[in-house]
């Protein structure tokens, strides 16, 4: 054999136990980093070994879930791991699913570690990591952790802070979750949470009125959807009126796709109006006016105010007839006026031959007049032919 033989094949020999040793001590690290799931809603947590100290390369992760509506709260009652700038060595981590809460490590806390002691960790949700960690060699001896957790109450009402899920009006926490409540004539939304109005049967019959959504001047229900309906008889014309204050919810871009008011008269539909402006008045030309109130789910807007009034269609112009008067006596007459024809002294109204002190006529829907303006009559003239052919 050449010298030098002996000892390069003790060298591959060495080599061919390489990848067995790599693999034995992947395993055994795996043996040392596996993950606990918990769901308890209380329990304890201890670092690998403890209360001896904890193994090199080791990593051991808490998963822990609670129900929906709880929180977890953990705190240490004991804690000493090896000391390294900004924990890079030995370390506990705690965190959710996207947010890191805490990391721990060394015995006191210095300008470059944190140590737990009296602290608290709350997790925002359901759901808390804690994650320990050791690198490959401790030159002394740690013990290591002991920490507990246990499920608190959320209290939803005071704390939620996602205004999407929270209530409109009232909102009442039990342990594990709350519920929402509504004021005194509003009806919960099937989505549990949103307050909103039962308006579809608002009928007016008056000449006159005023119309509000709801709660004016105060922020107006969301989700709700409110009908309007102005019924007059026929022959009476409605006129619109919106006030100053003006205030639903609108878009910039795209013409009220949130809340709106649309109105129906006869074959018309105005609208949608919504934004901060004013509609124009609004003559209708009917006597039935249907309004259209509608609000989703979001918003805080104050509303909107209107006043109607009916005025009558209008009837031709009236001229007195000969030795007579119309009381009263206008520029205009509209719908439902009455007008009384009489004469005057010495005179009789004559209407079909037939003689009267007075005649009335009224405008019709239609904007006519019911008759025709009759004539006066001298009676005086009648007297004296009378007379005349009795001396004769």
Known sequence: MRPGMHGLRGKNSDRRWLPLYHALCFSLWKALAHTVELNNMFGQIQSPGYPDSYPSDSKVTWNITVPEGFRIKLYFMHFNLESSYLCEYDYVKVETEDQLLAIFCGSENTDTEHTPGQEVVLSPGSFMSITFQSDFSDEERFTGFEAHYVAVDVDECTEREDEELSCDHYCHNYIGGYYCSCRFGYILHTDNRTCRV????????????????????????????????????????????????????????????????????????????????????????????????????????????????????????????????????????????????????????????????????????????????????????DVESESEQVTE
Request: aromatic residues 10%.
């Open 198 to 381: 039962e308006c579809s049967d608002n009928l007016f019959t008056q000449r006159t009125g005023v119309i509000t959504s709801p709660d004016f001047p105060n922020p107006y229900p969301k989700s709700s959807e409110c009908f309007y309906v102005i019924e007059l008889e026929e022959g009476f014309i409605i006129n619109l009126q919106f006030e100053d204050i003006f205030d639903i919810e609108d878009h910039p871009e795209v013409p009220c796709p949130y809340d709106y008011i649309k109105i129906k008269a006869g074959p018309k539909v105005l609208g949608p109006f919504c934004g901060e402006k004013t509609p124009e008045p609004i003559n209708t030309q009917t006597h039935n006016v249907m309004i259209l109130f509608r609000s989703d789910n979001s918003g805080e807007n104050r509303g909107w105010k209107l006043s109607y009034k009916a005025t009558g269609k209008e009837c031709p112009e009236l001229q007195p007839p000969a030795h007579g008067k119309v009381e009263p006596l206008q520029a205009k007459y509209f719908f439902k006026d009455q007008v009384l024809i009489s004469c005057d002294t010495g005179y009789k109204v004559l209407k079909d031959n037939v003689e009267m002190d007075t005649f009335q006529i009224e405008c019709l829907k239609d904007g006519t007049w019911s008759n025709k303006i009759p004539t006066c009559k001298n009676t005086e003239m």
